[in-house]
């Protein structure tokens, strides 16, 4: 397939392919995919992004659990449901993470 753009309309998505780490192609695809699936298409910088907030997510998840665990071992002021609520809502919002994650690796599958 070929698509034939006038110097100005090249220029424009090369401006936003580069605002968003991407070649023309790439964004154009990228672009086309996302009407296609009605589904975000994140770029490079969204997927580090992500991958960070997950890891930072999950450390924080990690550290939570062991918090709780002490508390309900020894006995604490905090209020261990409180601190296992949050860290669920942590755990959920990893969930959502992946999912995102896992969704734009399959979309370049087109079946």
């Not at 071992?73 to 209020?79: K, L, Q, S």
């Amino acid at each position: 397939m070929q698509l034939r753009l006038t110097q100005s309309e090249f220029d424009k998505i090369d401006a936003f392919a580069r605002q968003a780490g991407e070649s023309a192609t790439q964004w154009v695809v990228n672009l086309i995919r996302k009407n296609l699936t009605g589904e975000p298409q994140p770029g490079m910088a969204e997927l580090t992004a992500l991958g960070q907030s997950n890891r930072q997510l999950a450390a924080i998840g990690t550290n939570l659990n062991q918090i709780a665990r002490r508390l309900n071992a020894e006995g604490g002021n905090v209020d261990a449901e409180r601190v296992l609520a949050f860290r669920h809502e942590v755990m959920s919002h990893l969930a959502a993470v992946n999912k995102v994650m896992l969704a734009n690796r399959q979309r370049w599958v087109i079946r």
